[in-house]
């Protein structure tokens, strides 16, 4: 069984910063066969691809509204993946969820949610104007 816990969301004023977290576990699961991705989703509104990073760590790909912003990253020995958001503006507000695809064509992110295999529970992020 494959577990994605998310951390770090939270209520913050617009231009301030969060870091979020997403920690992965399970018996078969490697975390370095796997492209991770946050998504988020706002009321009333589809799942949308945030950001993504390759299984590796060395390609990386953004949504245009939050390139120059946000920056993802992943620590392959600890199982972990990061979003720092930095200059949050209140339509960032959402659920971020982060997401894992087990690689099977290399060198590729998928912006898509049904690609993705398994998901986390989700962590509120909320920026007051």
């Known amino acids: 069984q494959v577990q994605l816990v998310e951390s770090g969301g939270g209520l913050v004023q617009a231009g301030g910063s969060l870091r979020l977290s997403c920690a992965g576990s399970?018996?078969?699961?490697?975390?370095?066969?796997?492209?991770m991705a946050w998504f988020r989703q706002a009321p009333g509104k589809e799942r949308e691809f945030v950001a993504g990073?390759?299984?590796?760590?060395?390609?990386?790909t953004y949504l245009d509204s939050v390139r120059g912003r946000f920056t993802i990253s992943r620590d392959n020995a600890k199982n972990t993946v990061y979003l720092q958001m930095n200059s949050l503006k209140p339509e960032d507000t959402a659920v971020y969820y982060c997401a894992a695809d087990l690689v099977t064509t290399p060198f590729r992110i998928y912006r898509s949610y049904p690609n993705y295999d398994y998901w986390g529970q989700g962590t509120q992020v909320t920026v007051s104007s």
């Open positions: 399970g018996r078969t699961f490697t975390f370095s066969s796997y492209t």
């Open positions: 990073i390759y299984a590796s760590g060395d390609m990386t």
